[in-house]
């Protein structure tokens, strides 16, 4: 079956620069899917961040987009978040998603078990 | 942004009766290209990612338990968990992806009475 493992450092410094990656396994990065990041700040709720589809089509969280990359790597079969000047706000558990398209079902049926990062010196 | 709103809050039921979770959003969900609402439900139990349960406000994702039921249109839709279980202990959420920034509901906490 699908199976989506985010990776990345689990503390960054203020200032720093938060980078993950999110492994794809059972399903090929290049099927008709959006790959999506999300966060949840512990205790709190869900916030999406933005998602790219396999062409490098990407679409962002505007009050994120001027610290924010997402790139996919189709060779690895892999995409990745990259969040730069980040402060103790963007601490979080990071959840990487497939989302089908909205003309199948728009829903994110695919989630990775999520990974903590803090944003502390 | 599209605010979602949900309520209530939490929510206390006894086994095997009724929970049911409203859901408002700011402006109209609905894709009119194709008449769908792009309007879905999220489960999350603690410790684990959330679980897609609904799509398009009332479609049941595939191996999701036909005690829950979406409803509604236009802004107001609502989760309904016709007798529930003590498995249905969660956070559930709404979540719009009709207009990005996609948005979700503050979450709704369901407890055992």
């Known amino acids: 079956q699908v199976q989506l493992q985010e990776s990345g450092p689990g503390l960054v410094k203020p200032s720093g620069t938060l980078s993950l990656t999110c492994a794809v396994s059972g399903a090929s990065i290049s099927s008709s899917h959006w790959w999506t990041w999300l966060r949840q700040p512990p205790g709190k709720g869900l916030e999406w961040i933005g998602e790219i589809f396999h062409s490098g089509r990407s679409t962002y969280n505007p009050s994120l987009r001027s610290r924010l990359t997402i790139i996919v790597d189709k060779s690895k079969n892999q995409f990745s978040l990259t969040l730069s000047s980040v402060t103790a706000t963007d601490t979080a558990v990071y959840y990487c998603a497939r989302r089908d398209l909205r003309e199948r079902s728009g829903g994110m049926d695919v989630w990775g078990q999520g990974t903590t990062v803090t944003v502390s010196s | 942004d599209i605010v979602m709103t949900q309520s209530p809050d939490s929510l206390t039921v006894s086994l095997g009766d009724r929970a049911t979770i409203n859901c408002k959003s700011s402006q109209s969900v609905l894709y009119t290209s194709n008449n769908k609402h792009y309007l879905a439900w999220y489960q999350q139990k603690p410790g684990q990612p959330p679980k897609l349960l609904i799509y398009?406000?009332?479609t049941r994702e595939s191996g999701v338990p036909d005690r829950f039921s979406g409803n509604g249109s236009g802004t107001d839709f609502t989760l309904t968990i016709s007798s529930l279980q003590a498995e249905d202990v969660a956070v559930y959420y709404c979540?719009?992806?009709?207009?990005?920034?996609?948005?979700f509901g503050q979450g709704t906490k369901v407890e055992i009475k």
């Open positions: 979540h719009q992806y009709c207009t990005g920034p996609y948005t």
């Open positions: 398009w406000a009332s």
